[in-house]
């Protein structure tokens, strides 16, 4: 079976490293006994995690290292550190591997593969998929150089390239940063020559390099010059394999079935029918795979929780069968009732989520445990967002809404 695969680089909190083994853990039990009647150490493991970035602290803090204790004493169930950035940071899972030999992978490749091998692997993973998919996406929100998650995405689209799958880079609220001319960085990585040396990479390898920034994000940030209000923004700013677009261009390309990463995503295998066991997938017939947004930030430090609800609505506008879930931090946009001053130029969230019902294509959900740890509560009226606790939690992860037909299903962390 191809490998259910998170990609972590963010800080793992001990809530979201406590809700995804709690969600395990009813996998396991309630939705695949059989692994754990028989469970095998396969090479196609049910689940992998990629660690990246700070996430790797997460295997050496008591709270959060437990947690990954419960999660590795799962059947079938995969590590995969990125060695570089261990060594940046000075970290070891050395312990952890005596504990799960067979569970965990941080060596490097070989010399020529030496500094991809993480990505590599990533890649690979991907691939099981669909072997005959020709393009992987990256969905990059975090701005260059206050990030390292920039530098992630370039390196994974880079190793792309090298293995002749054509790559595609989406920029989203503070990702479009990474399109911006004349960065001239002294202590990091040119992340905008870097985007300019891939499209020029991927010609030399006959690949198509797809580098699309949003319309909406740009016009905020001042990076557009010229637009014709029919779709053809013009910027004098951006490199120039960048493309400034309207956001439902990006959207478009999540209604196709290729694997797209990101900061923090989750890719779920959907390759039986859930009733029949049948396999149910045909390129030829698909719908679009189905997306789950996890929202986890506050409504108004960041623009995360804003720009994850507006990107949700596009999606489901779209017929993407799109779930939203609010939990860990994201739930104080249903807590209370949010005022803004009559003068005051800002969203309001609530306001936002009011105008979002209706559509068929777009479900909304409050995870009550996340509530219960802050000891708050929904606002009542928000009864079209349904209460949800660990064991709908994982139905909702793991299983795509009844009528899609894809390979995959999405999770995007906002």
């Not at 969905?139 to 390239?161: D, H, I, K």
Request: proline residues 4%; aromatic residues 10%.
């Amino acid at each position: 079976m191809t490998s259910n695969t998170f990609l972590f680089s963010e800080t793992l909190s001990a809530e979201r490293l406590s809700w995804l083994a709690e969600s395990l853990k009813y996998f396991f039990v309630n939705l695949h006994p059989d692994a754990l009647r028989h469970p095998s150490r396969e090479i196609k493991p049910l689940f992998t995690f990629f660690i990246t970035g700070d996430a790797l602290y997460s295997l050496h803090e008591e709270e959060t290292r437990n947690t990954w204790d419960i999660i590795l004493s799962l059947p079938s169930v995969r590590l995969v550190c990125e060695r570089r950035e261990l060594d940046l940071r000075g970290l070891s899972v050395s312990s952890l591997k005596m504990k799960f030999p067979e569970q965990i992978l941080d060596q490097r490749g070989t010399e020529e593969t030496d500094t991809d091998s993480f990505w590599n692997e990533i890649i690979r993973v991907c691939r099981q998929m669909d072997p005959d998919e020709k393009n992987l996406g990256y969905f990059q929100v975090s701005s260059p150089y206050m990030n390292r998650s920039c530098q992630n995405s370039l390196t994974c689209l880079q190793t792309a390239v090298g293995e002749m799958m054509a790559p595609e880079i989406y920029a989203y609220l503070d990702g479009i940063h990474i399109t911006h001319s004349n960065q001239n960085p002294v202590e990091f990585i040119n992340i905008g020559a870097g985007f300019q040396d891939l499209a020029d990479l991927a010609r030399k390898n006959n690949l198509p390099l797809l580098m699309i920034a949003c319309g909406q994000s740009a016009a905020a940030r001042g990076y557009n010059t010229w637009d014709d209000g029919k779709g053809s923004i013009i910027s004098t700013c951006t490199i120039e394999p960048c493309k400034i677009r309207n956001l439902n261009v990006i959207v478009d390309r999540f209604r196709r079935s290729h694997c797209i990463l990101g900061e923090s995503v989750g890719i779920i295998t959907i390759s039986k029918d859930q009733e029949t066991g049948r396999d149910v997938w045909s390129k030829n017939e698909s719908t679009p795979p189905s997306l789950v947004i996890l929202i986890t930030h506050t409504p108004y430090s960041t623009e995360r929780a804003f720009g994850g609800l507006s990107f949700a609505i596009a999606c489901a506008h779209h017929g993407i069968a799109t779930r939203v879930i609010f939990l860990e931090n994201g739930i104080y946009s249903l807590t209370g009732i949010h005022n803004a001053e009559p003068d005051d130029i800002f969203f309001n969230i609530q306001e936002v989520l009011d105008s979002a019902g209706g559509n068929e294509n777009l479900e909304l959900y409050a995870y009550q445990p996340s509530f219960h740890i802050r000891t708050i509560q929904k606002n009542r009226k928000f009864n079209a967002v349904l209460d949800i606790g660990s064991n709908e939690l994982t139905k909702l992860l793991f299983s795509p809404p009844r009528g899609v037909l894809a390979n995959h299903q999405r999770i995007l962390f906002f």
